[in-house]
């Protein structure tokens, strides 16, 4: 069975370590989030592909949900004695990856281009592919004023209540190569764990890609990224409340309008079953905080199951 993901942060990361355990790798393709991409110290940084990259090649911080295991800081404190930028928190290890990817796209490769390489040079036998290539980033408008997401997310610890989130140079954005086929050529559709307006809404917001999802022939679900109605990690609950006027499994149904067959939710939900099946989704109950490795592989399996009845 092939699978094209969509994912982005932390949830979407451990929900593909947890796939591709029970599928075989290279039968799934995540497209990932780019809406979060800055320039940091005069360096690329895509941080939702790291995370994938990290997580699928077993290099990702667990505890942290973030960057590289066995972290040092030592670039970046140097920096900052020098009068650098260190709001952004940049490991050495993690620096090693950005120089690549930076010198890379420097000298004209596109970023599905290094993507794809750095994934080679991981091992990594799943297909991970940005959302575009294209420059697409995200923005907060807030009552304190507008921010890039990671202005708003890292520097000012998400704090602003958001009244809209917007995609700057979504318009223009193509799909990134490999992204429509894996979409026309996949057996199943997974939207992952992830915020849905700050880490699938970039990937939506790409016209093609969503013009692709409005005319697919295969079954689509998603994994909503809430347990009795909190995030684990992130703002996403605090968002929901804001900009859907709750957070519970239907409200992150209404965030995929016409999109999603089913949605799997925490068992911690379940007296919302009959809302979301009131919207046309049919509701699927488990348990879906992913502590562990077992946890990631039975969360995994329960959306693989219900595909197979969507």
Same mark, same amino acid.
Request: aromatic content about 4%; glycine content about 10%.
């Given at each position: 069975?092939? /699978?094209?993901?969509?994912? !982005?942060?932390?949830?979407? *990361?451990?929900?593909?370590?947890?796939?591709?355990?029970?599928?075989?790798?290279?039968?799934?393709?995540?497209?990932?989030?780019?809406?979060?991409? $800055?320039?940091?110290?005069? $360096?690329?940084?895509?941080?939702?592909?790291?995370?994938?990259?990290?997580?699928?090649?077993?290099?990702?911080?667990?505890?942290?949900? #973030?960057?590289?295991?066995?972290? %040092?800081?030592?670039?970046?404190?140097?920096?900052?004695?020098?009068?650098g930028?260190? #709001?952004?928190?940049? !490991?050495?290890?993690? /620096?090693?990856?950005? +120089?690549?990817? %930076?010198?890379?796209?420097?000298? !004209?490769?596109?970023?599905?281009?290094?993507?794809?390489?750095?994934? *080679?040079?991981?091992? /990594?036998?799943?297909?991970? =592919?940005?959302?575009?290539?294209?420059?697409?980033?995200?923005? +907060? &408008?807030?009552?304190? !004023?507008?921010f890039?997401?990671?202005?708003?997310?890292?520097?000012?610890?998400?704090?602003?209540?958001? &009244?809209?989130?917007?995609?700057?140079?979504?318009?223009?954005?193509?799909?990134?190569?490999?992204?429509?086929?894996?979409?026309?050529?996949? &057996?199943?559709?997974?939207?992952?764990?992830?915020?849905?307006?700050?880490?699938?809404?970039?990937?939506?917001a =790409?016209?093609?890609?969503?013009?692709? @999802?409005?005319?697919?022939?295969?079954?689509?679900?998603a =994994?909503?990224?809430? /347990?009795?109605?909190?995030?684990?990690k992130?703002?996403?609950?605090?968002?929901?409340?804001?900009?859907?006027?709750?957070?519970?499994?239907?409200?992150?149904?209404?965030?995929?309008?016409?999109?999603?067959?089913? @949605?799997?939710?925490?068992?911690?939900?379940?007296e919302?079953? &009959?809302?979301?099946?009131?919207?046309? =989704?049919?509701?699927?109950?488990?348990?879906?905080?992913?502590?562990?490795?077992?946890?990631?592989?039975?969360? *995994?399996?329960?959306?693989?199951d219900? @595909?197979?009845? *969507?």
């Open positions: 069975m092939k /699978i094209a993901v969509l994912t !982005g942060g932390v949830g979407g *990361a451990r929900f593909l370590r947890g796939l591709v355990d029970v599928l075989d790798p290279a039968d799934v393709t995540a497209i990932v989030n780019v809406g979060d991409d $800055l320039d940091v110290l005069g $360096l690329h940084v895509s941080p939702d592909l790291d995370s994938v990259l990290y997580a699928l090649a077993g290099l990702g911080d667990e505890e942290r949900g #973030w960057g590289r295991a066995d972290e %040092t800081w030592n670039a970046l404190e140097s920096a900052a004695a020098f009068g930028e260190s #709001w952004f928190k940049l !490991g050495d290890r993690d /620096i090693g990856l950005q +120089l690549v990817r %930076t010198q890379a796209m420097r000298a !004209g490769e596109a970023l599905s281009q290094v993507t794809a390489r750095l994934a *080679a040079a991981a091992e /990594i036998e799943t297909v991970v =592919v940005p959302a575009t290539d294209d420059v697409l980033r995200t923005w +907060l &408008d807030t009552p304190n !004023g507008s890039s997401f990671q202005q708003w997310f890292v520097a000012r610890g998400h704090r602003d209540p958001v &009244d809209r989130v917007r995609f700057e140079g979504a318009a223009a954005a193509a799909a990134a190569p490999g992204v429509l086929d894996a979409l026309l050529e996949c &057996d199943a559709i997974v939207v992952a764990p992830s915020n849905p307006y700050v880490s699938i809404g970039p990937i939506l =790409v016209e093609r890609i969503r013009r692709a @999802l409005d005319r697919r022939r295969v079954p689509c679900i =994994v909503s990224p809430l /347990i009795g109605g909190r995030a684990v992130g703002p996403a609950a605090e968002m929901m409340h804001r900009l859907q006027g709750g957070a519970t499994p239907r409200h992150v149904s209404d965030c995929y309008p016409g999109l999603i067959d089913a @949605l799997v939710f925490d068992e911690a939900d379940a919302h079953a &009959d809302a979301v099946s009131g919207l046309g =989704v049919r509701p699927v109950i488990a348990r879906t905080l992913m502590a562990d490795a077992a946890a990631r592989r039975r969360l *995994a399996e329960v959306a693989l219900a @595909l197979a009845v *969507a």
